[in-house]
């Protein structure tokens, strides 16, 4: 479950701004092909970018280390869990909730059927992606989770019949 914000303080969003513009054609080059595969070893990477694998592994781990590589993860399907009702659901707070945005955020991803939550910038102050057994747990999840916390103004539940994965083909 993962939490990212699309509204970063100023000295968050600009230390962002200048990790990319530090980035050069290996750089890039490097981030594209871990994007596609994350389990690539590090010398069949280092030979896909064309340099040593001693410096591949120098440049990853520096990557890590300025915050440009978050992570690596396994895209797991809900359904073989059991979870096959994927939903984004829209959730805007009450005006004199903003002081709780962040406690939001945690709580929602804390939740075992929540898989992503979304913090933005526009009508809607979330998007929260989750995944259920069935329409009946979809119900209770905002029910329970949403619709009965009182900082929660108004929710909009959108059913997901597909997800396809930018930049991967299997």
């Given at each position: 479950m993962a939490v990212e914000s699309a509204s970063r303080p100023t000295s968050v969003a600009a230390a962002s701004n200048n990790v990319r513009a530090s980035l050069d054609a290996v750089d890039t080059r490097i981030v594209a092909e871990l994007s596609a595969d994350a389990r690539l070893p590090n010398n069949a990477l280092a030979e896909r970018v064309g340099i040593a694998?001693?410096?591949?592994?120098?440049?990853?781990?520096s990557l890590r280390e300025r915050g440009v590589i978050r992570g690596y993860y396994a895209d797991v399907d809900p359904a073989a869990l059991g979870r096959p009702l994927q939903a984004m659901i829209s959730v805007r707070l009450q005006s004199g909730a903003r002081g709780h945005l962040s406690g939001f955020a945690e709580k929602m991803a804390a939740l075992p059927e929540v898989l992503n939550v979304f913090f933005l910038g526009g009508a809607d102050d979330f998007l929260v992606h989750i995944a259920t057994e069935g329409s009946q747990t979809l119900r209770d999840f905002v029910v329970v989770h949403l619709s009965s916390d009182p900082d929660v103004a108004l929710t909009e539940t959108n059913l997901i019949f597909?997800?396809?994965?930018?930049?991967?083909t299997h």
């Open positions: 694998a001693s410096t591949c592994l120098a440049r990853v781990r597909d997800h396809l994965r930018a930049g991967l």
